[in-house]
């Protein structure tokens, strides 16, 4: 019969690779409650609508990349690209504003974009991502690129560039908007892609963000969001950089940097890396002051950041992780032990520690061989003499000794490591 395969760009994770992630989770989880961050799970599936209101309808995500079905009314639903836009949505629906004036999320799991696979990049992958809601002030936004490169400093991840930037705010935005629309216009017709023609019109800070490599060299030079900034803008983003300055954060001022999604003003950043390849960039993020009110909440501002856990576990194959091993084998020579040594797997578990039960009666030999390929540091064996005696034979696998034991000291005698 014809094999079922896994959907293009979905992939499964065996326990070596989930380990990889539960050490990042585990890293977030440690990092981020320093700063005050509580875990929200939102759903993976929301209207259509919230993406295209929050994400923006001229970003690749929205126009290209989303998984979306009709719900049994014709409402359309879609996957989720991003965890940003939920979790503005459930601060908004739960009145979340109203109980607390800064509010702080992280969010753990699977996003979905329909976009063409390659080595870092999935059509289901994971993120980590934070969103900080509630403070305008610089403070809140060099905390958290301080607690970002924290949590991948943690990781172990070195050589990685943080870029950054300024995209500006209501006041100044439109000014740059005008004025970069005018410059790419003055490239002359039929130069940029045609995502680009249109995006020039409709949103020329996309064009910026294009990745057909004639596009990009042709706005070389265009005009720096930075020279068009309002006193204030100027002023908080000089503040952000004197922080990172003064916590030794270094990162290189990238004036392209206008990210993939519509929402970001002010500060935005995005963490590269060389060694992965062409899909190097392992976290992004922003400000984004616009977008709850956008989505219908109050005007509230926020911040937040993303790490993709597949781009992460790229960087960190090859780093050793802490060996891990069972405590034990149960092994049975004969069918009449089944019963005990099923009880015996069961009470060791009971004490904490862990272990395998071996299914199958064997001969002794075939017996130690399946107990060496389990890892397990002590193998418990079971024979008709021992189950007449009460008793079980515990063989330390490291050293090779192996001694009769009652089987009521088996937990005592992993715990003295004999
Ligand atoms: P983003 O830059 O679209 O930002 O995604 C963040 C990270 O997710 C990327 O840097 C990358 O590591 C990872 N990523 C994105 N797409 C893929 C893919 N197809 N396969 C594997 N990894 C991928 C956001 O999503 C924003 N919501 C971040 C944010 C939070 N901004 C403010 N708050």
Redesign the pocket.
């Given at each position: 019969m014809a094999q079922i395969q896994a959907i293009k760009g979905f992939a499964d994770s065996f326990p070596e690779q989930s380990r990889i992630f539960e050490m990042m989770e585990d890293t977030a989880r440690k990092v981020f409650p320093l700063y005050g961050f509580g875990e929200l799970r939102t759903p993976i599936m929301e209207y259509t609508d919230l993406f295209c209101r929050g994400i923006g309808t001229e970003t690749d995500?929205v126009q290209k990349e989303m998984y979306s079905i009709p719900d049994s009314k014709g409402r359309s639903m879609s996957l989720r690209p991003?965890?940003?836009a939920g979790v503005m949505r459930a601060y908004i629906e739960n009145a979340v504003h109203a109980r607390e004036s800064v509010s702080k999320f992280f969010t753990i799991g699977p996003?979905f974009?329909h976009?063409r696979p390659q080595k870092?990049?999935?059509?289901q992958?994971h993120?980590i991502?934070?969103?900080c809601l509630g403070p305008k002030e610089p403070e809140a936004d060099a905390e958290l690129i301080c607690m970002m490169m924290e949590f991948l400093g943690r990781l172990g991840l070195k050589d990685l560039t943080l870029q950054i930037n300024s995209l500006g705010c209501a006041a100044c935005r439109p000014a740059y908007r005008t004025s970069l629309r005018n410059w790419l216009h003055g490239l002359g017709t039929g130069q940029l892609c045609e995502d680009c023609a249109r995006r020039m019109e409709t949103n020329p800070l996309r064009v910026l963000d294009c990745k057909v490599p004639a596009c990009k060299a042709l706005t070389e030079d265009a005009p720096h969001i930075l020279d068009s900034s309002c006193p204030e803008c100027r002023e908080h983003f000089q503040t952000v950089l004197r922080y990172l300055d003064a916590e030794g954060i270094p990162y290189q001022v990238n004036h392209r940097l206008v990210?993939?999604?519509d929402y970001y003003t002010r500060t935005t950043w995005?963490v590269v890396s060389n060694s992965i390849g062409a899909?190097g960039?392992?976290?992004?993020?922003?400000r984004?002051d616009g977008l709850i009110s956008q989505l219908g909440g109050p005007e509230v501002p926020g911040?937040?950041?993303?790490?993709?856990m597949?781009?992460l576990a790229l960087l960190l194959q090859g780093s050793p992780l802490p060996e891990r091993r069972p405590d034990f084998f149960v092994a049975m020579l004969d069918a009449s032990c089944r019963d005990a040594a099923f009880a015996l797997a069961q009470s060791l578990r009971r004490a904490g520690f862990a272990g395998m039960l071996g299914y199958e009666c064997k001969s002794m030999k075939a017996t130690m061989r399946q107990a060496g390929k389990s890892n397990a540091l002590h193998t418990f064996i079971l024979g008709p003499d021992e189950l007449a005696s009460g008793r079980v034979i515990i063989k330390n696998m490291g050293t090779g000794e192996q001694q009769s034991i009652p089987a009521s000291e088996a937990a005592a005698c992993i715990s003295a490591g004999k």
């Open positions: 995500v991003e965890a940003t996003m974009r976009e870092g990049r999935l059509r992958f993120q991502n934070c969103e990210r993939g999604l995005e899909q960039s392992v976290a992004g993020g922003g984004y911040i937040g950041f993303a790490c993709g597949e781009r």
